[in-house]
């Protein structure tokens, strides 16, 4: 469970291990200290980083810090949404490689096949949705002239398309 008092408890690697310890908080506070980057805004950054990872501890710590450097309530605030869109994104872009996954399963794929694959999983991601007459035009057609079909079997291009439409059908 949570409890603040917890980090008290890191004395005990100071005892165990006083030299690693010693150049972590050297690192740690290197790190946060004012630089090109204020401190302000690193600790800013550390709590995105606590959101998105939800350590409490890291929530604590760094955002008192993030006071005490000068943020705001409102810069706090922003900065949650921030690492919440960041977050999102994250799920989102990873939600669209489950489309594929059926696809993908059990293939071995060259190089150029992946990268393929992956341009359209990005096309989706910034877009949404792909028809299919895309797959023939550049970027894609880069890598063959014949486009999709250059690189798959025609049964394999059957099914890229089928689930194309799938995705366009769920983004309706």
Not at 112 to 132: R, S, V
Request: include cysteine; proline fraction near 4%.
């Amino acid at each position: 469970m949570y409890d603040i008092t917890n980090l008290e408890k890191l004395s005990a690697f100071s005892k165990a291990v006083p030299e690693a310890m010693a150049s972590f908080q050297a690192f740690d506070k290197a790190a946060l200290a004012d630089g090109a980057i204020p401190k302000k805004y690193k600790e800013l950054m550390a709590v995105a980083v606590g959101l998105t990872t939800q350590w409490p501890y890291c929530l604590d710590v760094h955002r008192k810090a993030a006071l005490n450097a000068g943020a705001t309530e409102q810069e706090l605030a922003e900065t949650t949404f921030v690492a919440a869109a960041l977050r999102a994104g994250g799920a989102v872009a990873h939600g669209s490689h489950l489309a594929f996954a059926d696809f993908l399963s059990g293939r071995t794929l060259t190089a150029n096949q992946i990268e393929f694959i992956d341009l359209i999983i990005n096309y989706l991601t910034e877009h949404g949705a792909m028809e299919p007459e895309r797959l023939y035009e550049s970027p894609f057609a880069d890598f063959n002239p014949l486009g999709v079909e250059g690189l798959f079997k025609p049964a394999e291009v059957t099914e890229l398309v089928t689930v194309l439409g799938q995705i366009r059908a769920r983004a309706a």
